[in-house]
């Protein structure tokens, strides 16, 4: 009876692990269905995107790559650069305008600061949809919308500290920093820009990876925006491009259109990919004080 207690015993955590693993590559596959769909409609011909909604295509059709890359007047890695100079523009704006406004409100000390604090904090609560009219009758009567550089506009207000998100984050990480490392840094003459300059900022790398990644992400697959002030095929970006393939005259090229789609997905991939560690731990350690 022992022995039988024993083997049933050591039956439960397999059976579980079995579990879990079942679980877990269930979820697997719902959430990589889209993606892998997605995949396989980009090598189907145009009949057999309407007929066969299956993974896999029975006529492979690799052209739709070179169809979409060159379906515009525009080649289509124009738009490619023209998003990457946007994100990456949009990451130097958001780390340094955050990381500063983060350091005023959650290392200095001056009148006010936690109310200008719950103030930022608010701004969480305004929906972008509803910022974005007084925005753009800002920048039309700045001459900035349709100008020698459109894409004022959209960087701008990234360097203003406009991303309440990224400062509340850094807030948040710079309250684990401890405060000794400021005080060791005054006694051995740094100012507060010495103390941000060799304290804060080197410690303060995981958020800095953080809202880099996040910035880039949310920028690369902005769509909204981009359409708003963007108003020349030159000057557009992937996911407004992405839109022309099906135009009001019903002519539409689904297969090229999920082509550069799929490559569309592979700069955030490689982005995420380069810097998950250092995402995961820049989220781990940016609730650790309230």
Request: proline letters at 6%.
């Amino acid at each position: 009876m022992t022995a039988v207690t024993a083997v049933a015993g050591r039956r439960r955590p397999r059976n579980r692990q079995a579990l879990r693993l079942v679980v877990l590559v269930a979820i697997v596959a719902v959430v990589l269905y889209p993606l892998i769909w997605m995949l396989g409609t980009s090598v189907k011909s145009p009949a057999e995107i309407v007929n066969n909604i299956g993974l896999l295509p029975a006529e492979f059709t690799p052209g739709n790559y070179a169809e979409g890359w060159t379906n515009f007047d525009v080649s289509f890695g124009r738009f490619f650069l023209n998003s990457a100079m946007v994100s990456l523009l949009t990451v130097v704006g958001n780390a340094l305008s955050c990381l500063l406004a983060a350091y005023a409100l959650g290392r200095l000390r001056f009148r006010f600061r936690k109310a200008w604090f719950t103030v930022m904090i608010g701004t969480l609560l305004l929906p972008g949809h509803v910022l974005i009219v007084p925005q753009y009758i800002l920048f039309r009567s700045l001459d900035l919308v349709g100008g020698d550089w459109p894409y004022l506009p959209l960087l701008i207000p990234h360097f203003l500290a406009t991303e309440a998100f990224f400062v509340f984050l850094m807030v948040q990480f710079m309250r684990g920093i401890p405060r000794e490392l400021d005080e060791a840094a005054k006694i051995d003459g740094a100012s507060p820009y010495g103390v941000f300059r060799h304290v804060i900022l080197p410690l303060s790398r995981p958020a800095l990876v953080t809202t880099a990644i996040f910035s880039f992400i949310w920028t690369w697959n902005d769509f909204f925006r981009q359409l708003v002030f963007l108003s020349t095929l030159e000057d557009y970006t992937v996911p407004v491009a992405l839109t022309l393939f099906i135009d009001s005259t019903s002519q539409s090229a689904v297969g090229p259109m999920f082509a550069m789609s799929v490559l569309s997905l592979l700069p955030v991939f490689l982005f995420f990919l380069a810097f998950q560690r250092m995402l995961v731990e820049g989220i781990n350690t940016s609730g650790l004080k309230g």
